[in-house]
């Protein structure tokens, strides 16, 4: 049995004999990589390379109605949103490219797949990516980040099952392949849709790969699978925003909307409920530290990159779309196109060896040190660097860089102790009993590359790899699980 399914048959058990019934409805982070929603931490154009990814279905009986969302890496504002209709074991597949050559290009997305999609992607294929959620073209009003096209050029992929579509209903007959192609795409409305569309049941995975064609490069992840995020359907049309993380939803939250589960450090399971649907997607995501390895220099004129991602950030800190939201776990609005998140990074090579000062961002982008700007940061590890300067291996502008303490070794980033301390409140045991979870939602990646000049007579090859950072959890309260 998968360990999603064992926790959720175990949780399950115990909850009955405290009284409480149906707890498989509960958002969690599945360790196996199926779920409702997944969050691909990464894409770019950058340095001439190209963002492939595909999701898959692997119901093979039910369709799903899935929301498809591109966010620039400032702020989390919305580049680029469209329906998108999987038929039962369909993939989905699009690539993510420059428009033009930096920094005056975009991004946009394109495919030639045939699954359908709402507006039809494939026949407007590239379609840019568009400023109109962060410049005020839309009715949105306008952040003080950069407003210009090259914004859209890096930032991360969101995808949320709006439901299942029911295999009798006429949505599902015009989407279902036959031989290799859906005979109705052109012919879907609101109203089919939303008259298809049942509660979803998951069994969604992502993957992604960021591509240097002429480089030769290669940088494959999964993406990150939410499970139990709704009970109910979330249908919206294709032209409109919702649902988002937001929406999450618990039949058997008895303390709020939303109900958690997270494992913290020894598997110790703590269930919390809370009353913003948005904390619960976050405690999935909420570690106290983040942990992986570097190589830079040598021989080899190695380089590493760590994405660092907050996929929820903006629901607590961009104050013009999210006004009623707290800031906790984050602790400044965003402002002069950053939202700075102090860390305390702790830098080590190899030998146990570390540096007195315990590691230092580098060179400063903002008043506050080791700070982490930005929805998606890209922390690279050059010794020598300038403001401006892009990343070593991924060429993000998104860029904080700390200066490695030697050629190998690794790197704790505490991302509680910063700020005074950042931490998610406002979770309640179903027994009534408040929770809090130290730390930041994070998730990421540590990249890295390296150059072999001689690996023939007259041959250059280059090799890459890409590792999900390691991580701790812990909470506080009167749970035994926090203790």
């Known amino acids: 049995m998968k360990r999603n399914s064992l926790t959720t048959a175990v949780v399950a058990g115990i909850a009955g004999v405290a009284g409480f019934a149906g707890l498989a409805n509960a958002v969690d982070l599945n360790p196996d990589g199926l779920g409702q929603v997944l969050i691909y931490p990464y894409y770019t154009v950058n340095n001439g390379q190209d963002t492939l990814f595909s999701v898959v279905n692997t119901d093979p009986i039910n369709g799903k109605a899935v929301k498809v969302r591109f966010l620039e890496g400032y702020n989390s504002r919305e580049v680029l949103d469209f329906n998108l209709y999987l038929s039962p074991n369909d993939v989905w597949t699009a690539s993510v490219s420059q428009t033009a050559d930096a920094p005056a290009g975009g991004a946009a997305v ?13 026949e407007h ?32 992929i969101e995808l949320i099952s709006m439901g299942d579509i029911d295999p009798t209903s006429e949505l ?30 998951g069994g ?44 999450a939803n618990s039949v058997d939250a008895v303390n709020g909307v939303a109900r958690a589960f997270v494992f913290t450090n020894g598997g110790q399971l703590v269930i919390a409920d809370y009353a913003n649907g948005i904390d619960a997607v976050s405690a999935v995501f909420t570690v106290d530290a983040i942990y992986n390895e570097y190589i830079v220099g040598g021989a080899t004129a190695a380089n590493t990159d760590w994405i660092v991602t907050f996929p929820t950030k903006r629901f607590y800190v961009d104050k013009d779309v999210y006004p009623g939201n707290p800031t906790s776990p984050f602790f400044e609005p965003f402002s002069g196109g950053q939202s700075n998140v102090v860390v305390v990074p702790s830098i080590y090579d190899r030998e146990e060896n570390t540096t007195q000062a315990q590691g230092d961002f580098s060179p400063p982008i903002s008043t506050q040190p080791n700070s982490l700007p930005f929805e998606v940061n890209v922390i690279s590890f050059l010794t020598d660097t300038a403001a ?11 860029r904080p860089n700390i200066v490695p303490f030697a050629n190998t070794g690794w790197l704790k980033l505490d991302l509680t102790s910063g700020d005074l301390g950042h931490t998610l409140t406002g979770g309640v045991t179903p027994a009534g009993v408040p929770v809090t979870f130290n730390g930041l939602p994070t998730t990421g990646y540590g990249a890295f590359n390296v150059i072999n000049a001689n690996a023939q007579p007259g041959l250059l090859a280059n090799y890459g790899g890409l590792f999900r950072h390691r991580a701790s959890r812990s909470c506080t309260g009167a749970d035994p699980a926090c203790s």
Do not use: K, W
Not at 132 to 154: C, K, L, M, N, V
């Open 388 to 398: 401006g300067d892009p990343s070593g291996v991924l060429g993000s502008l998104l």
């Open 125 to 156: 294929s590239p379609q840019p990516f568009r400023t109109a959620a962060f410049d005020g073209g839309s009715g949105i009003p306008a952040d003080d980040g950069p407003q210009t096209i090259d914004r859209t050029r890096e930032g991360y």
């Open 172 to 201: 599902a007959g015009l989407i279902t392949h036959v031989a290799g192609v859906p005979p109705g795409c052109d012919s879907i409305n609101d109203a089919i849709a939303a008259a298809g569309v049942v509660a979803p049941t």
């Open 204 to 247: 969604l995975f992502g993957d992604a790969d960021i591509v240097n064609v002429g480089v030769g490069t290669i940088f494959p992840y999964t993406a990150d699978a939410v499970d139990g995020f709704s009970a109910v359907p979330l249908y919206s049309g294709g032209s409109n925003l919702n649902p988002s993380l937001q929406d």
């Open 110 to 122: 394109s495919t030639s797949d045939q699954s359908c999609t709402d507006p039809n992607l494939r």
